[in-house]
């Protein structure tokens, strides 16, 4: 059974880097076919896909967000990191770190698992 872990200070201060970690016991982030991301809600607003690493190592941002997100991982760790550079207020949210597999053509590709999220608030 795949879990997953997410991990970081739950608050930051504007203009900062926000790092989070997901650690992912059950599976291989580098498994073939898997696809790791991470998603947010903000208060009161709906889901937010932010971007993806796939099995291979590539990855894909939303495009608003692209100048500013960077996620990594470290196999030896099985740990996805995500980096969210010059945060605003508007950066606050429940952040969730999500995975699974199938294929790209398919709806709700690689969503087969949540962790449970965690709160980061921006502010000064």
């Known amino acids: 059974q795949v879990q997953l872990q997410e991990s970081g200070p739950g608050l930051a201060k504007p203009s900062q880097t926000l790092s989070l970690t997901c650690t992912v016991s059950g599976g291989s982030i580098t498994a073939y076919y898997y696809w790791w991301s991470w998603i947010r809600q903000p208060p009161g607003k709906g889901l937010e896909w932010m971007g993806v690493?796939?099995?291979?190592?590539?990855?894909v941002y939303e495009p608003s967000l692209k100048s500013r997100i960077s996620i990594s991982r470290d196999a030896s760790k099985n740990q996805l990191t995500l980096h969210l550079t010059s945060v605003t207020p508007e950066d606050t949210a429940v952040y969730y770190c999500v995975g699974g597999g199938g294929v790209s053509t398919s709806p709700g590709y690689g969503m087969d698992y949540w962790g449970q999220g965690t709160q980061v608030t921006v502010s000064s």
């Open positions: 690493i796939a099995y291979a190592g590539n990855t």
